[in-house]
Antibody
Framework: QVQLVQSGAEVKKPGSSVKVSCKTS????????ISWVRQAPAQGLEWMGA????????KNAQKFEGRLTITADESTSTAYMDLKSLTSDDTAVYFC???????????WGQGTLVTVSS | DIQMTQSPSSLSASVGDRVTIACRPS??????LNWYQQKPGKAPKLLIY???SLQSGVPSRFSGSTSGTDFTLTISTLQPEDFATYYC?????????FGQGTKLEIK
């Protein structure tokens, strides 16, 4: 079955960076985009950006330009989300999700809680 | 960016009720509209894609429809496991955007 397994919870200081991984199995990794979606406490869902592994091309929401780097390692079927210059506003659960043909998200990771606190 | 406005933001209903949730995009998105259900502490689950197509494995009491540029999610007969938060999402263009969510609570 399709699985997206994310790395564990992180606690970070303001101004630092965090890197979250998302390992995919049970499905072809390279051809479908992997998106990152975050959810602040008691808030809604926010799309951050995505990568199509086979093209090594990522696209970020403008809000995160300059702070967000999304990469993919085809050899391990793993996508990564690297967010720098963290503030308390970045405290959220971060999800990876595999994009379907129509830009919908059928398969999701379990989520990774990132807490930014001094 | 395309703004997605959901209504209502919260809804109280009873088991067996029929409920509808609306989603209005700030511009035309064709049928590039998806609906998700999210329960506390869990990832969202895709219910409806392309406005009206039922995702495999999702009960048939869930349906999606379009009226003009507006979209609707309908749950025909509420079951206890349906109490959750629902989100619409446009996949017409990036950045993909979600509605603010509708929390469905037990009356």
């Amino acid at each position: 079955q399709v699985q997206l397994v994310q790395s564990g919870a992180e606690v970070k200081k303001p101004g630092s960076s965090v890197k979250v991984s998302c390992k995919t199995s049970g499905v072809t990794f390279s051809t479908n985009a992997i998106s990152w979606v975050r959810q602040a406490p008691a808030q809604g869902l926010e799309w951050m950006g995505a990568i199509v592994p086979i093209f090594h091309k990522s696209k970020n929401a403008q809000k995160f330009e300059g702070r967000l780097t999304i990469t993919a390692d085809e050899s391990t079927s793993t996508a990564y989300m690297d967010l720098k210059s963290l503030t308390s506003d970045d405290t959220a659960v971060y999800f990876c999700a595999r994009e379907g043909a129509g830009g919908n998200f059928v398969h999701w990771g379990q989520g990774t809680l990132v807490t930014v606190s001094s | 960016d395309i703004q997605m406005t959901q209504s209502p933001s919260s809804l109280s209903a009873s088991v067996g009720d029929r409920v509808t949730i609306a989603c209005r995009p700030s511009q035309s998105i064709g049928t590039n509209l998806n609906w998700y259900q999210q329960k506390p502490g869990k990832a969202p689950k895709l219910l409806i894609y392309a406005a009206s197509s039922l995702q495999s494995g999702v009960p048939s009491r869930f349906s999606g429809s379009t009226s003009g540029t507006d979209f609707t999610l309908t749950i025909s007969t509420l079951q206890p496991e349906d109490f959750a938060t629902y989100y619409c999402q446009q996949s017409y263009s990036t950045p993909y955007t979600f509605g603010q969510g509708t929390k469905l609570e037990i009356k």
